[in-house]
C-alpha cells in the first residue's frame, strides 16, 4: 500500500513538474471539487428525492461534459444537441451538466455552454444520485461511439449548425483577420497535422503513444498550401503546441499555431474558413460542426474516419505496408481483418504493418480536387467513376460499413493505386 501510495505522489509531482502552474492549479481544482462533494451530499439529497419524484412528470438527468479534448466538445455535444431537437421518444428529459479541468478549448466549451446547463454544484448531485440505488435513469453521459456514425454523418447533411458566434465575437474576429491580412473579401483555408506534442504537453506523465499511429509530417501540407496562395487564398496552419514551426517564404502561408494563436482564433478560423486539410484530431472536428468541407489525409481507421466523412469531404488513406512480404495491403484485406478497426499503435505493430503517410503530391492533388469541386470545375471522368463505385463495393460488400457512401477518396490517389482495389 504505501508503494503505491509513493508511485501515486511521485506521478503527480513529476506531472506539476513538467506541466507548470496551470497542471497544478487544475489538480487542486479537481481534488477541492470532490473533498468539498462530501459535506455536500446530505444537502443535496433532498433536490435529488425530489428529482426522483417528478419523474413521472420530467427525467431529471445529471451528467458529466468532457472538455479536456476538443473533438469531444465538438462532435458529442454537437451529436447530442442534434438528438434532443429530432429524436420524440415520448418521454421529457431536463438536463444538467458538470465539467473538470483541464478545458481544452475556453472559446468552444463558452460557446457550448450557451446551449446547455450546466453549474460545478451538479457534481454532487451526480454523485449522489449514483450513490442511492434506482438512480440510474437520472444518471446521464453524453457519449458517441461507433454505434451512432452514421447517425452523425447524415446530421450534417440534415441539421443546423448548432453553435454560432455573437456580434461581438463575430467583429473582434473579422478584426483579428484584418490584423494578419486577410479582409473580409479574401478566402483562405486551414491546414493542420495531428502531433504527438499536444497530449504530451496537456497531460504530462500519461502515456499516449497510442495514438502515435494518427500522426503525420506537417510538411508534407506544404505544397498544398502554396498551390492555394496561387489560386488567390491565404492558408493558415493550425494546432496548439506544434513541435516545428513551417519553413516558407511566402508570405500567405501564415504558421498560426508558432506565432498568433489563441483559443478564439482556433475556432473563429475553422468557422469562417474555405475549407480545412487535416487529419484524425479534434480539429477536424470542429470544422465538421461548422459543416466546413474536410480534406481528410492519413486516413487509418476505416471504421470512423471513412463513416463519418460528409458529403462535401474527400479523403486519403495511409497505405498499410506489410513488412514481412514487402507489399501493400489490399483494401479488402484491411476491411477483412482486425485492422479495419484500428485504433491502438500496439495493432500496427502486432500485425506487422508499417502505415506510410500521404506524400507532398497526393495531398497536392487531392485539395486541388477539393478546390475545383467547390468551385464547380471539377471534371470526373468515367474511369474515376467506376474507380470510386469498386471501392465503396469493397467496404459495403463486406457488412462493417453502413451505406451508401457520401464523400470520396480522392480521385488521382485512387487512380493511381488501382491495385488496393484488387
Not at 159 to 183: M, Y
Not at 249 to 260: A, H, P, Q
Not at 290 to 315: H, M, S
Not at 325 to 353: C, P
Request: hydrophobic share 40%; charged share 25%.
Amino acid at each position: 500500500m504505501n508503494g503505491e501510495l509513493t508511485t501515486y505522489v511521485k506521478s503527480q509531482v513529476l506531472a506539476i513538474r513538467r506541466g507548470g502552474w496551470p497542471v497544478f492549479l487544475r489538480k487542486l481544482n479537481n481534488r477541492l471539487m470532490r473533498v468539498c462533494c462530501v459535506p455536500l451530499l446530505v444537502v443535496v439529497l433532498p433536490v435529488i428525492i425530489i428529482a426522483r419524484a417528478l419523474r413521472p412528470l420530467v427525467v431529471i438527468r445529471f451528467g458529466r461534459l468532457s472538455v479536456d479534448r476538443i473533438g469531444h466538445m465538438a462532435w458529442d455535444i454537437e451529436l447530442y444537441l442534434y438528438e434532443r431537437e429530432t429524436m420524440d421518444n415520448g418521454i421529457k428529459t431536463v438536463d444538467f451538466f458538470y465539467y473538470e479541468l483541464p478545458v481544452a478549448n475556453k472559446q468552444l466549451l463558452k460557446m457550448r455552454l450557451r446551449a446547455l446547463k450546466v453549474s460545478r454544484f451538479v457534481y454532487p448531485l451526480w454523485r449522489c444520485n449514483k450513490l442511492l440505488p434506482g438512480g440510474e435513469l437520472h444518471n446521464f453521459r453524453i457519449s458517441f461511439n461507433d454505434s451512432k456514425y452514421y447517425e452523425a454523418r447524415n446530421m450534417l447533411v440534415k441539421s443546423n449548425v448548432h453553435i454560432k458566434f455573437t456580434p461581438e465575437e463575430a467583429a473582434f474576429g473579422n478584426k483579428c483577420l484584418r490584423e494578419i491580412g486577410i479582409t473580409e473579401s479574401r478566402e483562405y483555408i486551414c491546414f493542420h497535422a495531428r502531433e504527438s506534442s499536444f497530449l504530451n504537453k496537456v497531460f504530462p506523465g500519461a502515456d499516449f503513444k497510442y495514438h502515435d499511429y494518427r500522426d503525420a509530417v506537417i510538411e508534407n501540407f506544404l505544397s498544398a498550401a502554396e498551390e492555394m496562395t496561387n489560386r488567390g487564398y491565404f492558408a493558415i496552419r493550425l494546432g496548439k503546441y506544434v513541435e516545428n514551426p513551417i519553413l516558407t517564404n511566402n508570405s500567405k502561408v501564415i504558421d498560426y499555431s508558432t506565432e498568433l494563436r489563441t483559443d478564439f482564433l482556433d475556432i473563429f478560423l475553422l468557422a469562417k474558413c474555405r475549407f480545412l486539410i487535416g487529419t484524425n484530431t479534434g480539429v477536424t472536428d470542429v470544422a465538421d460542426i461548422f459543416r466546413k468541407p474536410v480534406v481528410k489525409t492519413n486516413v487509418t481507421q476505416f471504421y470512423a474516419e471513412i463513416q463519418l466523412c460528409g458529403e462535401k469531404d474527400l479523403f486519403l488513406i495511409k497505405k498499410f505496408w506489410l513488412k514481412r512480404e514487402h507489399r501493400f495491403l489490399r483494401f479488402r484485406e484491411i476491411v477483412g481483418s482486425s485492422l479495419f478497426r484500428l485504433n491502438r499503435t500496439e495493432q500496427v505493430e502486432q500485425a506487422g504493418i508499417e502505415l506510410i503517410e500521404n506524400t507532398e503530391k497526393e495531398i497536392l492533388d487531392i485539395t486541388v480536387e477539393m478546390d475545383e469541386r467547390l468551385k464547380g470545375t471539377w471534371k470526373s471522368t468515367e474511369e474515376d467513376e467506376e474507380l470510386q463505385e469498386q471501392f465503396w463495393s469493397i467496404l459495403i460488400e463486406s457488412g462493417k460499413f453502413i451505406g451508401p457512401p457520401v464523400s470520396r477518396i480522392g480521385a488521382m490517389f485512387i487512380r493511381q493505386n488501382q491495385y488496393l482495389l484488387e
